[in-house]
């Protein structure tokens, strides 16, 4: 069986497909933490993050003045926890082992 498109036929069948091939967005550099908790951190909850990661590696927090450090606003203080996921997925990776990560909260 073969089917003849005409150009009038394919144009239309482009304009219907085109929107479920576009190009995936871009991944941002800055991340809200509740944005990434599932993919970065296991799902963990906030209070887990900061104290068995933001509290246990101070190195990772910005406030903290360390070169590469990837999170800012750890404890609230009227901002938003944010993520630099460029840093974070390569420090994530690097240190996951050392991570306790069937730690419960106290």
């Known amino acids: 069986m073969e089917i003849t498109l005409t150009e009038q036929d394919?144009?239309?069948?482009?304009?219907?497909?085109?929107?479920l091939?576009?190009?995936?967005?871009?991944e941002p550099d800055w991340v809200k933490l509740k944005d990434v908790r599932d993919d970065l951190f296991a799902g963990k909850s906030?209070?887990?993050?900061?104290?068995y990661v933001f509290d246990a590696f101070?190195?990772?927090?910005?406030e903290n003045g360390q070169s590469?450090?990837?999170v800012k606003g750890v404890?609230?203080?009227g901002s938003v926890t944010k993520i630099y996921l460029p840093y974070a997925r390569k420090w994530m990776h690097e240190h996951h082992s050392e991570i306790d990560w069937?730690?419960?909260?106290p």
Not at 10 to 19: F, G, H, N, T
Not at 58 to 62: L, N, T
């Open 10 to 19: 394919l144009l239309s069948l482009a304009k219907q497909v085109a929107p």
């Open 102 to 105: 069937t730690a419960k909260l």
């Open 21 to 26: 091939i576009s190009p995936a967005k871009p």
């Open 75 to 77: 404890h609230g203080q």
């Open 68 to 70: 590469k450090a990837w």
């Open 58 to 62: 101070p190195e990772v927090q910005i």
């Open 46 to 51: 906030p209070a887990w993050i900061r104290l």
